[in-house]
């Protein structure tokens, strides 16, 4: 829902992205490092849109392939109980 918030590009969008994806820098070591990739600079612009539509389209089939992975493993093996 986060990534469908940040499409519109408008005010509340902008200061969405900016509350959320700053909560990343505080990874220990790598969370300025991170935030700065995913806005694709030191500011939230349009490379950080960009990377959002790529996020928002990609991540539906990235967890549809991995539950019909987890479905495929599991009728294979069964459920077990440990």
Sequence with gaps: ???GYVLPWGQMSFWGATV???LLSAVPYIGTNLVQWLWGGYSIDNPTLTRFFTLHFTLP???ATFTILHLLFLHETGSNNP
């Design 1 to 3: 829902a986060f990534m």
């Design 20 to 22: 959320i994806t700053n």
């Design 61 to 63: 089939f990235i967890i």
